[in-house]
């Protein structure tokens, strides 16, 4: 048997390009390793969507190599593949015609697991993002806050238990109090499930806030990777604006205090 490879998720040289021309990625190398949190952060438009459908092949690369667990990805079942990644996009995206147990069941359902085995796993799993199983498994999407619908939209990414977890924006549509709360509990999370998870933001604050490291995109191109408090003291051009965006609202919030 190979050794576990230490990056769970490992882009060389990607490159990834549409109609034969236009460049999205340019040559990306990103190391992401097993168990942390990596933030990608930049502006609307910087490819950060992009690089994330990259690991799960929604998207395929021009050129280079994606490595999930030391493994290109074109070697992947492509199905296996998307199992072993849970995926958790803006505005959840639920089945509307689904009640919420049917949409936490997908993926075991399509594993086949045992029935008991699901329903099980439902109901922990829905405990886990805070929504007791009794009170929500039979409402529908149309039926929850914006908040409660992202807890479902976790809750079946995690459903099958896979090792790498990818989020898109997840809470970027919640209102700010909403959005604080789940921040919280993603943090929780996190140090509970230990998993290899990507996140996309475009705030600086939750990037600072969720991460372990801050992957900074601009047009295409990754700028560089940072510790929080690396990226606090970078002096990089690509940083600052984001840096002096931090600050100039903390010293709003200070000085009106
Ligand atoms: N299918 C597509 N066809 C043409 N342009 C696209 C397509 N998908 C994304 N883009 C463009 O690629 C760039 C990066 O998009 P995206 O990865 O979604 O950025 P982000 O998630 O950082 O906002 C943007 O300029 C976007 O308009
Ligand atoms: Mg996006």
């Known amino acids: 048997m190979n050794p576990t490879p230490a990056a769970a998720i490992e882009f060389v040289n990607v490159t990834y390009r549409i109609n034969g021309n236009r460049t999205l ?3 990306l190398n990103l190391s992401i390793r097993r168990g942390e949190t990596l933030m990608l952060l930049g502006r609307s438009g910087s490819g950060k969507t992009t690089t994330l459908k990259l690991i799960n092949r929604l998207l395929a690369q021009s ?3 994606v490595l999930v667990d030391g493994r290109s990805t074109t070697d992947w079942d492509v199905i296996r593949l998307r199992r072993h990644i849970g995926y958790a996009i803006q505005e959840a995206g639920l089945f509307p015609h689904y009640s919420v147990e049917k949409n936490v069941a997908l993926v075991p359902r399509l594993e086949r697991w045992e029935p008991a085995r699901i329903a099980a796993r439902v109901r922990e799993v829905l405990q886990l993002v805070g929504l007791p199983y009794g009170e929500y498994s039979d409402r529908y999407p149309d039926q929850l806050s914006g908040g409660q619908r992202q807890r479902v939209g976790l809750a079946r990414a995690l459903a099958a238990d896979p090792e790498i977890l990818l989020m898109d ?6 209102d700010p109090i909403t959005r604080a709360e789940l ?3 993603f943090l929780e999370l996190k140090r509970t499930l230990s998993k290899t998870i990507v996140f996309v933001t475009h705030d600086v604050a939750e990037a600072l806030m969720l991460g372990d490291r801050i992957a900074l995109m601009d047009n295409g191109k990754l700028k560089g990777v940072f510790a929080p408090a690396e990226f606090l003291r970078s002096p ?3 940083v600052q604006p984001y840096v002096n965006a931090f600050r100039a609202t903390r010293q709003i919030l200070n000085s009106g205090a």
Do not use: N
């Open 183 to 185: 921040q919280h509990e």
């Open 236 to 238: 990089d051009d690509s």
């Open 25 to 27: 990625i340019s040559d």
């Open 63 to 65: 050129d280079g190599k």
């Open 169 to 174: 924006e997840p809470f970027g549509a919640l």
